[in-house]
Nanobody, 122 residues
Framework: QVQLVESGGGLVQAGGSLRLSCAASGRTFSYYGMGWFRQAPGKEREFVAG????????YYADSVKGRFTISRDNAKNTVFLQMNSLKPEDTAVYYC???????????????WGQGTQVTVSS
């Protein structure tokens, strides 16, 4: 069992930056690929970024490539999402999730956090 708790969301102006964190409980954090997803009002949840168990590879949605960076610290059971050059369309609830598979875009992701709100004003 893995419990995930996100933090770091908030209100930021367009062009600004935020860093999201996701703290995981349990001793098996390093066994899981980790992903960040987001869901905007009235829209389906979408994949944002994913990172392999050892942090050696990462993948991004086209909409965030070059602006967002996912990273992880297995010693601290934490995954991060650095978000730069934020746009109003990045406004959403952001979730971190864990998958036991190597398919970071599709999962399945079996553990989810509660989400953190990111609001980007124009």
């Amino acid at each position: 069992q893995v419990q995930l708790v996100e933090s770091g969301g908030g209100l930021v102006q367009a062009g600004g930056s935020l860093r999201l964190s996701c703290a995981a409980s349990g001793r098996t954090f390093s066994y899981y690929g980790m992903g960040w997803f987001r869901q905007a009002p009235g829209k389906e949840r979408e994949f944002v970024a994913g990172i392999t168990t050892d942090g050696g590879s990462s993948y991004y949605a086209d909409s965030v490539k070059g602006r967002f960076t996912i990273s992880r610290d297995n010693a601290k059971n934490t995954v991060f999402l650095q978000m730069n050059s934020l746009k109003p369309e990045d406004t959403a609830v952001y979730y971190c999730a864990a998958t036991p598979t190597t398919n970071l875009q599709r999962g399945p992701y079996i553990y989810w956090g509660q989400g953190t709100q990111v609001t980007v004003s124009s």
